[in-house]
């Protein structure tokens, strides 16, 4: 199986810098490439200079990770694609366990790594952790981390599983179909385009995989740290979400509640100092409303009836206490 280790830079000088040795080092039996979203700083020149064996495709201008993967990745020729975050420390024997995987299983449409935090790497890391699932109203959670709760990894994730939804950070899919799938959704831009993906997959039938023999530390927030545009894409591209694969006889009613949910979270912001915050998911809802149209004729011709793990994340959460991600599935 040829495979393609490909990351997504914009301005990420410094974090190449830091990351590119433990990749070109543990990274063996596959190509390595970086799209660039038209980077203003030192990046290619630097990329050039120090690992001229890396593949580059240039873009003319930044697409954002939606967009900006879609538009590179029609440039590498292979058939396993490793997205991987420029913020990545991968391991020794990282990406072995994950390509046996997909050679061993052919239903296995995309995968991820455990996802541990760079900072503190006993603990799995908020953007993926042991595998991502959703709850009816769309609110995404992971094996390892459901909202702020982030669980120590104590090899309770170690056998493979079958998950909803693969990370981002570092995303395992099949060439061909992604290619089928046209890629990400560019009109999400950044933020939760790779779970809208997984929907779609899912609702072909295929199967996506967390690999608890590959591990890798990721640092977060290092190339979109926490703010109102994040907040304005989270709460805006779940809404496009949902929208896009919902069955049709649920669209109405998951819809309605989970704008109350969002109503509940400006409030929350509110309470906790973060007006602007508010303000953002108001922006984020008239966007939608806008765009509902544009997502409608998008959706899946066929949906799953049974696409989450539980029914609601956040009352569980907040209201019945629950935390790690055992007691959510279970309660």
Same mark, same amino acid.
């Given at each position: 199986m040829k495979?393609a280790v ?7 000088? @410094?974090l190449l ?9 543990h ?10 979203n038209?980077?203003?700083d030192d990046?290619?020149d630097?990329?050039?200079n ?8 240039s873009l003319?201008?930044?697409?954002g ?7 590179g ?8 694609y490793?997205?991987?975050n420029?913020?990545i420390?991968v391991?020794?024997?990282? *990406?072995?366990?994950v390509?046996s ?10 995968a991820?790594p ?7 790497k ?5 953007a993926g952790a ?8 769309g609110?995404?959670?992971c094996?390892?981390?459901?909202f702020?709760h982030i669980?120590?990894?104590?090899g309770?994730?170690d056998?493979?599983a079958?998950i909803f939804?693969a990370?981002g950070a570092?995303f395992f899919v099949?060439a061909?179909d992604?290619k089928?799938q046209?890629g990400f959704?560019?009109d999400f831009f950044?933020?939760?385009?790779e ?8 609702n072909?039938g295929h ?6 023999a ?5 640092l977060?927030g290092a190339? *979109?740290?926490?703010?109102p545009r ?12 949902l ?6 006889e649920?669209l109405?009613?998951? *819809?309605?509640?989970?704008l109350?949910?969002?109503?509940i979270?400006g409030?929350?912001?509110l *309470?906790?100092g ?7 998911i108001i922006?984020a ?14 959706r899946s011709?066929?949906s ?13 959460y907040f209201?019945?206490? @629950? ?9």
């Amino acid at each position: 199986m040829k495979v393609a280790v490909v990351l997504l830079n914009w301005n990420g000088r @410094k974090l190449l810098e830091q990351f590119l040795p433990a990749l070109t080092r543990h990274t063996i039996d596959a190509d390595l490439w970086v799209i660039d979203n038209a980077s203003t700083d030192d990046s290619i020149d630097f990329i050039k200079n120090h690992y001229p064996s890396i593949g580059v495709v240039s873009l003319d201008q930044n697409y954002g990770f939606a967009a900006g993967y879609n538009k590179g990745l029609a440039h590498i020729d292979t058939d396993l694609y490793a997205l991987v975050n420029t913020d990545i420390e991968v391991t020794a024997g990282w *990406l072995a366990p994950v390509v046996s995987h997909f050679e061993k299983h052919p239903k296995t449409v995309a995968a991820q790594p455990h996802i541990l935090d760079f900072k503190n790497k006993a603990c799995f890391e908020y953007a993926g952790a042991a595998g991502g699932f959703i709850d009816r109203y769309g609110f995404a959670f992971c094996r390892g981390r459901v909202f702020d709760h982030i669980e120590k990894d104590e090899g309770q994730f170690d056998a493979d599983a079958k998950i909803f939804w693969a990370s981002g950070a570092c995303f395992f899919v099949r060439a061909l179909d992604f290619k089928e799938q046209k890629g990400f959704d560019s009109d999400f831009f950044a933020h939760q385009e790779e779970i809208d993906l997984c929907w779609r997959f899912q609702n072909q039938g295929h199967q996506i995989y967390s690999i608890g023999a590959s591990k890798v530390y990721h640092l977060g927030g290092a190339t *979109l740290a926490p703010s109102p545009r994040k907040t304005f894409l989270n709460f805006r591209n779940s809404l496009f979400m949902l929208v896009k694969n919902l069955p049709k006889e649920q669209l109405i009613s998951v *819809l309605f509640m989970r704008l109350v949910f969002d109503g509940i979270a400006g409030i929350h912001f509110l *309470l906790r100092g973060k007006p602007v915050h508010c303000s953002t998911i108001i922006k984020a809802h008239w966007h939608f409303y806008r765009a509902f149209r544009k997502m409608f004729v998008k959706r899946s011709k066929r949906s799953l009836s049974q696409y989450h793990s539980t029914n609601s994340v956040v009352i569980k959460y907040f209201i019945h206490k @629950k935390k790690k991600y055992k007691d959510i599935v279970s309660f």
